[in-house]
């Protein structure tokens, strides 16, 4: 079935090192693709999305590009800082239902000093 | 603008009881979602509407009740509370069904 994979953590960094989440996604069609971010204690805000094949979302350093051939939506940053440190969940709208959002399990990110 | 405001924050429940969290917007947004978060196990859909008094169900209805009656507020109620029922609510809206907003979330024990 539609499902969205994304890398286990916890991922932990030293400050300034360059950063990759795995995400990978089983759709049928063209789904839309999306990266949230959850601070301690907060809700979910959305990252960054990309609606199309080979559109690449941004924000705030944070980049992800959609890949229709390798079904994937890997997020990087060149250079993580210590309040990048949160839980990042990849998601997609895999079925017709405009707001029927699947997630990953979420990837905790620590950055150290 | 609020945004999306959920109440209460935390609750403690004794299996059986019922409760209601509630969840109101204030962007207009047609579309509401109910989402429940557990460890390691991501967010997952419980309920969803596409707008006033049309409400469907998501991946993990069973146990939970929603009706949307205004475009600004879709409860979430909680028939007879299990141990299972455990875990953080999230409630999401969205205008176009695209980008969701979310709440800060309701934290549930059921003892």
């Not at chain 2, 006033?52 to 409860?75: C, H, K, L, M, W």
């Not at chain 2, 409630?91 to 800060?104: H, I, K, L, T, V």
């Amino acid at each position: 079935g539609n499902s969205v994979t994304q890398m286990e953590g916890p991922v932990t960094l030293s400050e300034e090192a360059f950063l990759t989440i795995n995400c990978t996604y089983t759709a049928t069609g063209y789904p839309s693709l999306f990266w949230y971010v959850q601070y301690p204690g907060e809700g979910l805000q959305l990252l960054l999305k990309a609606t199309k094949a080979d559109d690449k979302g941004s924000n705030k350093g944070f980049e992800a590009t959609y890949r229709k051939e390798t079904t994937s939506f890997h997020l990087e940053k060149g250079s993580v800082q210590v309040s990048d440190s949160a839980v990042y969940f990849c998601a997609g709208i895999l079925t017709g239902g405009g707001n029927k959002l699947t997630f990953g399990t979420g990837t905790q990110l620590k950055v150290e000093l | 603008n609020a945004g999306v405001t959920q109440t209460p924050k935390f609750q403690v429940l004794k299996t059986g009881q019922s409760m209601t969290l509630q969840c109101a917007q204030d962007m207009n947004h047609e579309y509401m979602s109910w989402y429940r978060q557990d460890p390691g196990m991501g967010l997952r859909l419980i309920h969803y509407s596409v707008g006033a008094g049309i409400t469907d169900q998501g991946e993990v209805p069973n146990g939970y009740n929603v009706s949307r009656s205004t475009t600004e507020d879709f409860p979430l109620r909680l028939l007879s509370a299990a141990p299972s029922q455990t875990s953080v609510y999230f409630c999401a809206s969205s205008y176009r069904g695209d980008e969701q907003f979310f709440g800060p979330g309701t934290r549930l024990t059921v003892l």
